[in-house]
């Protein structure tokens, strides 16, 4: 083959490339009018991905390791490298973890966090990298609503007050519990909350009722007590947790409990990602083991 007609293949080939590439970007960038949540299986831990009908993102909290920069990539486009609002629910290892690499990989408009003061080096670096990023800060506070676009809406039902600058090392009951919302769909996200929380939220007289529910601190004992199911009165629950833990979440209380009230539940651990779509009218389950 002679040089030029070398060259003239290779434009050809980069020119085929450029119109496929272009073609991916332009299908995947058209909106589909459709809410999706992934409850990504991180192992013991929690991370939940929302994407608005409008392509806005919402990573809540981001698991125990850099695990979920890999599901990440599993559910965003290879491209994307911009993420709308991180939450971070609570301090603790099994949610902000996973979060630190999140804010070196992406680029974060808006975070949401209860500033606290901990003495975790752990917490530190979650700290310094939130400074780094130079995002929007949002305190978490009952009542607060998030508009995510497209009839999208993040409600915060707890904490009832600022917990900015107060000193604390135990922090499931202070977890930001969000109602995720779209048309007749709702989803309650709760974090590591435990059943003195849960019955405070109730007595607050917050509307809890809800189609899916994420059963809060992994399914552990201390929480998803029976009044709370009664108030949530989910259709569908997704407990978030690894597979063989130490722990022996989820424990057989709750799966029974569950049960008892006909709530139909998902595990990270034997189902995999568990993924909700909805259309603002109805919703379906989707796992990917």
């Known amino acids: 083959m002679r040089p030029k007609q070398f060259k003239l293949v290779h434009l050809v080939i980069f020119l085929c490339l450029s119109v496929f590439a272009f073609s991916t970007y332009s299908s995947a960038s058209q909106k589909d009018g459709l809410l999706k949540v992934y409850f990504l299986d991180v192992g013991q831990g929690d991370a939940i991905f929302v994407e608005a009908p409008n392509g806005n993102q919402v990573l809540i909290d981001g698991g125990p390791d850099n695990a979920v920069i890999q599901k990440l990539g599993e559910v965003m486009p290879f491209y994307d490298k911009d993420i709308d609002m991180v939450v971070l629910t609570h301090s603790d290892a099994d949610h902000v973890t996973g979060l630190i690499g999140v804010l070196e990989r992406y680029e974060v408009e808006n975070i949401v966090y209860s500033?606290?003061?901990?003495?975790?080096?752990?917490?530190?670096?979650?700290?310094?990298?939130?400074?780094?990023?130079?995002?929007?800060?949002?305190?978490?506070?009952?009542?607060?609503i998030i508009d995510l676009g497209s009839g999208v809406t993040l409600s915060i039902i707890h904490p009832g007050g600022s917990l900015t600058g107060q000193a604390m090392e135990k922090t499931n009951n202070e977890s930001v519990v969000l109602m995720l919302k779209y048309g007749q769909t709702t989803v309650l996200l709760t974090g590591d909350i435990e059943a003195k929380t849960e019955r405070q939220i109730i007595l607050s007289g917050a509307d809890l009722d809800a189609d899916i529910l994420k059963v809060a601190h992994h399914g552990s004992k201390t929480s998803t007590i029976g009044e709370f199911?009664?108030?949530?009165?989910?259709?569908?629950?997704?407990?978030?947790?690894?597979?063989?833990?130490?722990?022996?979440?989820?424990?057989?209380?709750?799966?029974?409990?569950?049960?008892?009230?006909?709530?139909?539940?998902?595990?990270?651990?034997?189902?995999?990602?568990?993924?909700?779509?909805?259309?603002?009218?109805?919703?379906?389950?989707?796992?990917?083991?």
């Open 229 to 289: 199911l009664y108030g949530v009165s989910p259709q569908v629950a997704v407990i978030q947790v690894g597979t063989k833990n130490r722990y022996g979440h989820p424990v057989p209380e709750v799966l029974k409990r569950l049960e008892d009230y006909g709530i139909r539940y998902y595990r990270t651990d034997t189902d995999g990602n568990v993924k909700v779509v909805s259309d603002g009218q109805n919703y379906q389950i989707l796992i990917a083991k």
């Open 115 to 144: 500033n606290i003061v901990r003495k975790s080096a752990l917490y530190g670096a979650w700290q310094e990298a939130v400074e780094k990023e130079g995002a929007s800060i949002l305190d978490p506070v009952a009542g607060k």
